[in-house]
């Protein structure tokens, strides 16, 4: 079965530079989309077609592509960003959504 | 706006039959291109995507799921049932229902926004 690749945890300092990555075979031809999850919550989108930001999710959240890889960046991670984040897409065998095992982001 | 509730037994025992109900407001499953899916979540652990069902009646199951899964739409009650059958204690798991959006004409799928969750435990 197709796999999503994710990061168990990234932790970073308050402002830094937060890089998570997603990696898998098909995500050359299938665009990946972003959510975050806080404890207690609902998945929130935060990026979607690798790179577009939805209204309301603050500018510091960006997506990028590059082979088999997909990244979320978050700018100058604030503490509020600390959750888990999961990546999701489709396979190239018609199994329309898949997503990744997601990462905890720890803001130290 | 666009809203989600999930709603069904918050206990059901092992072997029994699960049926969760999504009602949603905001938008029409008549409405070319609108979908809605099914994710669960075990505690602790990551999300899984069970069904999908579009405006069509063009119903999509997760493969290794397929066989105990059901998904249907009301569109008159806008409201999206999800049956599992041959529930076990793994399938303990808070049960989301979500916004299935996409680009027109295209076979992408993502979810915005999602409801609250229902945490359906299966135990004797």
């Known amino acids: 079965s197709y796999e999503l690749t994710q990061p168990p945890s990234v932790s970073v300092s308050p402002g830094q530079t937060a890089r998570i990555t997603c990696s898998g075979d098909a995500l050359p031809k299938q665009y990946a989309y972003w959510y975050q999850q806080k404890p207690g919550q609902a998945p929130v989108l935060v990026i979607y077609?690798?790179?577009e930001r939805p209204s309301g999710i603050p500018e510091r959240f960006s997506g990028s592509s590059s082979g088999t890889t997909v990244t979320l960046t978050i700018s100058g991670v604030q503490a509020e960003d600390e959750a888990d984040y999961y990546c999701q897409s489709a396979d190239s065998s018609g199994i329309p959504v898949v997503f990744g095992g997601g990462t905890k982001l720890t803001v130290l | 706006q666009i809203t989600l509730k999930e709603s069904g037994p918050t206990l059901v025992k092992p072997t029994q039959t699960l049926t969760l109900t999504c009602t949603f407001s905001g938008f029409s499953l008549s409405t070319s291109g609108v979908g809605v899916g099914w994710i669960r979540q075990p505690p602790g652990k990551a999300l899984e995507w069970l069904a999908l069902i579009y405006w069509n009646d063009d119903k999509r199951y997760s493969p290794s799921l397929k066989s105990r899964l059901t998904i249907t739409k009301d569109t008159s009650k806008n409201q999206v049932v999800l049956t599992m059958t041959n529930m076990d204690p793994v399938d303990t798991a808070t049960y989301y229902c979500?916004?299935?959006?996409?680009?027109?004409?295209?076979?992408?799928?993502?979810?915005?926004?999602w409801g609250q969750g229902t945490l359906v435990t299966v135990s004797s």
């Open positions: 979500a916004h299935r959006r996409s680009r027109p004409d295209t076979t992408e799928n993502w979810f915005d926004p």
């Open positions: 077609k690798d790179s």
